[in-house]
């Protein structure tokens, strides 16, 4: 395995690892005591793993692209 592919999973890790539950579930918290809604944490939480998410898939996709260009060459 390359580093290029292991530093997709890596990013797909931790992607998975960030909490959810504060940028789709807590509604609760959200709304401050004079009626604005606040939910930067969550917003920057989904931005986050979104990013880590493509950044995975680039990895892990030009790893492969990388070895099956190398494979047609022999």
């Known amino acids: 395995?390359?580093?290029?592919?292991?530093?997709g999973l890596v990013c797909w890790?931790?992607?998975?690892?960030?909490?959810?539950?504060?940028a789709l579930l807590d509604t609760e918290r959200?709304?401050?005591?004079?009626?604005?809604?606040n939910n930067v944490k969550g917003l920057l939480c989904f931005v986050a793993m979104l990013i880590l998410l493509f950044a995975?898939?680039?990895f892990v996709d030009s790893a492969n692209a990388k070895k099956t260009s190398e494979e047609g060459h022999h």
């Open 56 to 58: 995975g898939y680039m």
């Open 13 to 22: 890790l931790l992607a998975f690892a960030l909490p959810f539950q504060s």
């Open 30 to 37: 959200v709304v401050h005591e004079d009626g604005s809604p």
């Open 1 to 7: 395995m390359n580093t290029k592919k292991l530093i």
